[in-house]
Nanobody, 123 residues
Framework: VQLQASGGGSVQAGGSLRLSCASS????????VAWFRQATGKGREFVAL????????SYAESVKGRFNISRDNAKNSVSLQMTSLSVDDTAVYYC?????????????????WGQGTQVTVSS
């Protein structure tokens, strides 16, 4: 089982990036997927999640209205479109998956994790 996060990079404030999370070894449609991020010296924090059927999504207050999470179960992938980026969004972004159930915004319930992709926003 593997999750592969990609799409990070360096961008100026106000710019956009699209992160992708691809899975192998998982029947993705049976899993809820979330994005977390971890800035240097800080703990890992919830960013966004999407339920297995795409019928539900949730966002951290800090990204609401700027980020959009979506999924394509046929392609075993989840995307995070990030717009109006600010320096506070600088972090390593991780995708994570857990068997579908009650949607969770904390780290512990997620069983599978990608390796992380760096997002750096400069002013």
């Amino acid at each position: 089982v593997q999750l592969q996060a990609s799409g990070g990079g360096s961008v100026q404030a106000g710019g956009s990036l699209r992160l992708s999370c691809a899975s192998s070894g998982l029947t993705f449609s049976s899993y809820d997927v979330a994005w977390f991020r971890q800035a240097t010296g800080k703990g890992r924090e919830f960013v966004a999640l999407i339920g297995w059927s795409s019928g539900y999504s949730s966002y951290a207050e800090s990204v609401k209205g700027r980020f959009n999470i979506s999924r394509d179960n046929a392609k075993n992938s989840v995307s995070l479109q990030m717009t109006s980026l600010s320096v506070d969004d600088t972090a390593v972004y991780y995708c994570a998956a857990r068997p579908r159930g009650i949607l969770q915004t904390t780290v512990e319930p997620y069983k599978y994790w990608g390796q992380g992709t760096q997002v750096t926003v400069s002013s």
